[in-house]
Each structure stands twice: as C-alpha cells, then as structure tokens.
C-alpha cells in the first residue's frame, strides 16, 4: 500500500511518542546545567553536524549559562561503503580552527557509532585542548565501536525514531517530540534508514 505523505499532518505517520516535548525540556535543561558546572571558567566550543542536532543544539545552548560558542560541520557518505566503516566525506567545514580550545559535540543520536567515530578522529587530529561527547539519544544495542559519552539524554531502544531533529527522508525533524515511525512508511520501497 503507497503511503502519500503530500498534504498529510507531520504527526500522520506516528505509531507512538517515545518522549514528550516536557520530557526532552526537562533532561535537556538538567544536561545544560552540567555542562555549564563542568566547563565554568571555560569558554566551551560547541560543535555539531548538520542536520540531525540542530534542534538539540539549539535548546541545549539555551540551557547553558556560561559563555560559549558554536559551529556546524556537514557530511556526505561515500555510498555503501560507509555502513560499514563510518568514512564520510566533510562537506562544510569548521569556520575556525579548534586548537587548544574545548570541544563539545553535540549529536542527535548515536547509533552504530561508525560517523561519530571518524569524526573524532578528525577533530583530534586538530589538537584541541579537551574533546568530550554529548548526545541526545543513545542507542546502544546498535554500537559497532565504543564512544565514550560524556553527556547522555536518553538511552533508546532499536526502533526508528522521528522528531526534535530527526529525520526519515529529510521528514519529520519538526515534530517537537521523538516518536517511533509507522513501519509502512519505511517499508513502502524507499531506502532503509540512512545508518
Ligand atoms: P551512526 O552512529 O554512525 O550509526 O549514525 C548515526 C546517525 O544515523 C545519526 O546521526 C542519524 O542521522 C542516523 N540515525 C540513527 N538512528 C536513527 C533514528 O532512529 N532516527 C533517525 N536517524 C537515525
Ligand atoms: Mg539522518
């Protein structure tokens, strides 16, 4: 059966909230104080990679009382061949050079862990002073290679989620709650998940 998204509400296509609007509020603001405890008298640079955390970063920053900057870096996967070793090609780079500075990394979801893994690896090529991990969700069950997380929102069940950022296919990152998509929609001959 072909599922048309054209014209239908955001919230169509939602089997169930995982974690509601006041939910994320309340552990994004408990995060924010201590990441602003553990960075005072430090100016923390805030990285993230489009697009997936921008709604997290943005929230999550309002929630940090100590001054801070940030910057977006952007992705492209090489193909197949990604899925298995994370390898992605930068396309944007950090405006500013992130020696000797205090990196956070603010992801919407950690997974397989194989993106994150290569991006760390390149951030630390460039030397910064500290390089730590703060992720919104974290899907455990999934990791193919150890991250260590510095700063955690949720752990997650291996389902597909939808919302506060996230997509399928470019959709729903304005839902302003996670929420677990309808099978039908990713079984209707579109790509699986971009993993
Ligand atoms: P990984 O950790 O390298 O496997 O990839 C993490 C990326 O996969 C995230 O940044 C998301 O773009 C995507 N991803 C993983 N799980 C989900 C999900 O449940 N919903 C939406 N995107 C997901
Ligand atoms: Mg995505």
Not at 80 to 93: C, F, Q, R, Y
Not at 121 to 133: G, T, V
Not at 153 to 169: I, K, Q, R, S
Request: hydrophobic letters at 40%.
């Amino acid at each position: 059966m072909a599922v048309s998204l054209h014209g239908s509400s955001v919230s169509d296509n939602i089997e169930s909230v995982l974690f509601t609007e006041e939910e994320i509020q309340e552990r994004v603001s408990f995060l924010g104080k201590e990441i602003s405890r553990d960075y005072k008298g430090k100016t923390p640079f805030l990285i993230n990679v489009l697009k997936g955390g921008v709604v997290f970063l943005s929230n999550l920053m309002m929630n940090i009382d100590i001054h801070l900057s940030i910057d977006f870096m952007a992705i492209s996967s090489y193909g197949p061949s990604s899925e298995t070793t994370g390898a992605v090609k930068l396309i944007k780079d950090l405006e500013e050079s992130i020696e000797g500075r205090d990196v956070l990394v603010i992801e919407d979801i950690i997974d397989t862990g194989l993106t994150l893994n290569y991006l760390i690896s390149n951030l630390k090529a460039r030397q910064p002073a500290s390089l730590k991990i703060c992720t919104l969700l974290d899907k455990s069950v999934r990791r193919i290679v150890n991250i260590p997380i510095d700063y955690k929102g949720f752990d997650v069940p291996d389902v597909f989620l939808v919302g506060y950022g996230l997509d399928y296919d470019q959709r729903y990152r304005n839902l302003p709650y996670i929420g677990v998509l309808k099978k039908e929609v990713y079984l209707d001959g579109e790509p699986m998940i971009d993993y």
